[in-house]
């Protein structure tokens, strides 16, 4: 079983709903990335939390450590938002190691 | 903004040729990862490195596979020979040391072993 797992895979929306992005670990972590990546293999950190909520724009993440689980939230979604969005864990180790979940597909139409 | 710098952007190479990656992190940042992504899943730690020193290559393919930091600044990955499984996109990111600090990804190095 992966250590990061997401949910949906795919994810197809209409132009300004409300998205959510589930990430669920089953390791020890120090911090949660949400990272996205655009056609052409770009990976731009969005946010890195390790309690809490955090929000930018659009953009809300959430985690709740004891049941292992985050959420990626994306209000009015446009179809700029269309990318791949990936879940990656800090592992609590001697040193930072960071593991990737498989990504999820988000294509926003107009 | 400071980036990590990554090339060649594109590679083409064939079968049991050497290839080489390069990495320039963002000055200062002590940890470099190197990551291979296939297409359509997530990215694969190859090797991670703490200022010039090893500290992950339990992924990396050691018979072909070989990276170094010299001097904890820059880094080469390097395949030796090249086998067609190889392609893929070769991602390096760097983060600061301390624990909970961002990453920042360079563009990668997409390449395709015909």
């Known amino acids: 079983k992966n250590e990061v797992e997401q949910s949906p895979q795919n994810l197809t929306a209409q132009e300004g709903e409300f998205i959510t992005i589930n990430c669920s670990y089953s390791?020890?972590?120090?911090?949660l990335h949400w990272l996205q990546q655009h056609p052409g293999g770009g990976i731009v950190s969005l946010f890195m939390l390790s309690s809490g909520k955090k929000k930018h724009g659009r953009l809300i993440a959430t985690i709740n450590i004891q049941e292992k689980h985050s959420s990626l939230h994306i209000t009015a979604s446009h179809p700029r938002d269309s990318a791949v969005y990936i879940c990656a864990v800090k592992k609590k180790t001697s040193y930072d190691k960071v593991i990737f979940g498989p990504g999820t597909s988000l294509s926003v139409i107009p | 903004e400071a980036e990590v710098a990554q090339s060649p952007r594109y590679k083409i190479t064939e079968k049991s040729q050497a290839v080489a990656f390069w990495c320039d992190p963002i000055s200062g940042h002590a940890t470099l990862y190197w990551y291979r992504q296939i297409l359509g899943q997530g990215p694969e730690l190859l090797v991670q490195f703490q200022d010039e020193s090893v500290v992950d290559d339990s992924q990396l393919p050691k018979d072909r596979f070989s990276a170094e930091r010299l001097k904890g600044v820059d880094s080469t990955l390097k395949i030796q020979p090249a086998e067609l499984g190889d392609s893929a996109m070769y991602l390096c990111?760097?983060?600061?040391?301390?624990?909970?600090?961002?990453?920042?990804f360079g563009s990668g190095t997409q390449l395709s072993v015909l």
């Open positions: 390791v020890g972590i120090s911090a």
């Open positions: 990111a760097s983060s600061p040391t301390g624990g909970n600090e961002k990453l920042f």
